[in-house]
């Protein structure tokens, strides 16, 4: 039975004063049973803080997923300047870490870096926001009604973005999540049927919903994607130079975050196209005729992509991003007389006068390459029972192996041809340089072991199986100088192999591959 919309409105007797007296014991801060322990785990934190302020588990474990993937990022800042597992923002527009702070007694720092004080702040405001937009203290346990108070957490001003960070939130909680946490904790919500129940936002038109006078026009550059004009202030009228690039960023935030920071004048940055993680969607922000704000002194010659995730987090790079990214430049590339290789199609670090190390060394290159080219064609063989040194002039299928890491990492080393030439030198040593390895140009053990073991670190021990397993025996068999069987199958082999190396580089020697054993292998220890 369809049941009635929930009136939105404000109620005198849940004022924010009211939240505030709940969240705070007398005038010494949050008490002590409501403080986070040391030793929560994330979903821990997650059933806490939902309880303490009433709000429900699941919604707020949709909300960090959303945000981060459930990844902390050691509390580096995105780029709106938001932090932590729920991204609590300080900047000129919100100041979602500042009221967090104010609702729970937290210091600001403890927000930006404890998993659990941050998703505690983040409980908070959505309860406050709750609060204020008179959502009865009865309906708490209905998911569906705290819809208006999401689209507020989104930090949007324009309703548009509001639904649809919202409507993404919703999504998660209809199809589940299942998430890894850096430290390999897994944390579950089950799929669910929630109905929405979107007060306000119920006549604001969806950004899919068609072209129409409310939503604006679907993209007339690129026919797939929706349009959300960026500030005025933030890109140029107009172009100095032709168009002769595209350039690969990732945003270090979400898909919605990100187009509603372009709408904010204070940032005074933007992207051509932004691209989702989830199933690829397209919305483009700055025509292409105009010069977006995003790489520095590549801005006049080139088109930017901003895709959804974070540097350090692979999670974010799925096959459905890949290839609607790899179909928008193919696009691009076909439409302006691009070639169609890594000289023209590049990252923002390697963008002349930038700082940036988007987007990183957990991007596929060579998948990306195939897909831009229309192939897949059968993957390089990375699998061998030794790895030898190579070196300028060496020749063979294990050159093809070094060049498709370096490239798939970020690293230009050229086309994968087998021949280690001047270019592939160069990719070596840079890789080295930001390894911390000795930049010889010379693939040996340790830049072997450092290729070869890139990527994410997922908790491996005896029973696991698939391609991470298949990763770490490729760089057990060099770090170790021995034959690991590369099978995909962690067996007693395989865990002898790890209590070895975790031996002989003075880890902790458990047999499982944790974050400390994977960093190990990383560095090229």
């Known amino acids: 039975m369809n049941r009635p919309q929930r009136s939105w409105r404000y109620t005198t007797s ?110 908070a405001v959505l309860r406050s926001y709750a609060d204020r937009l ?88 690129y026919p797939p994607a929706l349009w959300v004009a960026a500030n005025s202030g933030n890109y140029t009228v107009g172009r100095s130079a032709a168009i002769s690039a595209v350039v690969i960023h990732v ?22 196209y932004v691209i989702r993680s989830s199933d690829g969607q ?62 023209h199609i590049i990252g923002h670090s390697e963008v002349p006068n930038n700082d940036h190390t988007d987007p990183g060394p957990n991007w596929n290159w060579t998948y990306y390459m195939q897909l831009v080219g229309g192939s897949t064609s059968t993957p390089v063989n990375l699998d061998f029972p030794a790895y030898n040194t190579l070196r300028s002039e060496s020749t063979g299928t294990q050159v093809t192996a070094a060049q498709t890491l370096l490239n798939a990492q970020g690293f230009a080393a050229g086309t994968a041809d087998g021949v280690f030439g001047t270019k592939t030198e160069t990719a070596v040593k840079a890789f080295q340089s930001a390894r911390g390895l000795s930049p010889d140009g010379v693939i040996g053990r340790q830049s072997w072991t450092a290729l070869l073991s890139a990527g994410t670190k997922p908790v491996l021990q005896e029973t696991s199986s698939g391609a991470d397993v298949k990763r770490l025996q490729r760089s057990l068999t060099a770090a170790l100088s021995r034959t690991v069987e590369i099978d995909g199958s962690f067996g007693p082999g ?16 458990d047999g499982v591959v944790g974050p400390a054993t994977w960093t190990a292998l990383q560095a090229g220890r």
């Open 282 to 343: 397209v919305t483009q922000t700055v025509r292409d005729k105009d010069t977006a704000y995003h790489a520095r002194s590549g801005n006049a010659y080139s088109v930017g992509i901003e895709h959804e995730g974070y540097v350090d987090n692979p999670a974010w790079f799925t096959d459905a991003m890949y290839r609607s990214s790899a179909a928008l430049t193919r696009h691009l590339t076909d439409k302006y007389g691009i070639p169609k290789d890594r000289a």
């Open 14 to 123: 849940l004022v924010l004063g009211t939240a505030v007296a709940v969240l705070l014991t007398g005038t010494d801060g949050p008490s002590a049973a409501a403080t986070p322990t040391p030793h929560d785990t994330v979903d821990q934190a997650f059933t806490r803080a939902g309880a303490e302020f009433d709000v429900p588990r699941d919604l707020l474990v949709a909300i960090g997923y959303g945000e981060s993937r459930l990844d902390s990022h050691d509390g580096k800042p995105s780029h709106a300047n938001g932090y932590g597992v729920m991204h609590l923002v300080s900047n000129p527009r919100s100041h979602t870490l500042e009221r967090a702070a104010e609702l729970t007694g937290a210091a600001p720092n403890a927000l930006q870096r404890n998993t659990a004080t941050n998703i505690r702040g983040a409980a």
């Open 251 to 272: 945003t270090q935030g979400s898909y919605a975050g990100s187009i509603s920071w372009f709408q904010n004048p204070s940032s005074n940055v933007s992207a051509h």
């Open 494 to 509: 395989t865990a002898q192999a790890v209590r070895d190396f975790q031996t002989s580089r003075s880890l902790t020697v």
């Open 134 to 221: 008179g959502l009865q203290l009865e309906d708490h346990d209905d998911i569906g009604a705290w819809y208006p108070a999401v689209a507020e957490y989104s930090g949007s001003t324009d309703d548009r973005m509001a639904r649809l960070y919202a409507d993404s939130v919703y999504d998660f909680l209809a199809n589940g999540v299942r998430a890894t946490t850096p430290l390999g904790e897994t944390v579950d919500v089950h799929p669910q049927a929630v109905r929405p129940e979107r007060g306000r936002y119920t006549d604001v038109p969806a950004l899919d919903e068609g072209a129409s006078a409310a939503v604006g026009t679907l993209s007339t550059d």
